[in-house]
C-alpha cells in the first residue's frame, strides 16, 4: 500500500512539473486599421517559439499566449519593434519608452520605426501630430516608416502622441 501511494504521489507530481504556466496578454489602444496592419503583426511575431499571437483588427487588440513570461515580453518587443504601441494591463511584460527621445523643445526631428502602411495610418499619425503644440510641418507619406518633423516643440510630447495613437517610434 505505501508503495502504491508513493508511485501515486510520483505520478501527480510529475504530471504537475509537466505543466507549463502560459502567461496570456492583451494588448490595446493600437492602430490596427487594416490587413496591411494585421499582416506585419503576424509577420513580426511568426517565428518567435512558444508564443502565439492573434489579432483582431476590429478592436485594434492583440492577445498574446506565450509559454511563460519571457516568451510574452519577446512578442511584445517583436510588436514594439515593428512600428506599433500599445498598452497593456498585464504584470508579465513591460513597454517601455525606448524612443531615444531628449526632454525638452526642438526645432526638427527625424521619427522612425512608425508602422505606416497605408493611408489610414498616414492620416492617424498626421492626426496625432496635430495634437503636439509646436509642430508646423512634417514629412510623413504613406509606405514611409521614416519622417522629419520640424517646428518648436517638445519632443518627449511628440512620441508621447504617437504611442497614444498607437505608433511606437524611435527618434533621432
Known sequence: M???????????????????AETTVKLTNMHICCGGCTRAIV?????????KVAVDQDAEEVTIRAENKAAAQKAVDAILAAGYHAVTESKDVTIGDDSGAKSGKVRRLTVSGAHNCCGACTVAIKGALKTVEGVQADTCKAKQ??????????????????ADAGFHVKVQ
Do not use: N, P
Request: glycine share 8%.
Open 2 to 20: 505505501f508503495r502504491t501511494a508513493c508511485t501515486a504521489a510520483f505520478v501527480v507530481l510529475g504530471l504537475a512539473a509537466g505543466v507549463r
Open 145 to 162: 516608416t521614416s519622417f522629419v518633423v520640424e517646428g518648436e516643440f517638445d519632443a518627449q510630447a511628440l512620441v508621447k502622441a504617437l
Open 43 to 51: 509577420a513580426a511575431t511568426k517565428d518567435l517559439e512558444g508564443a
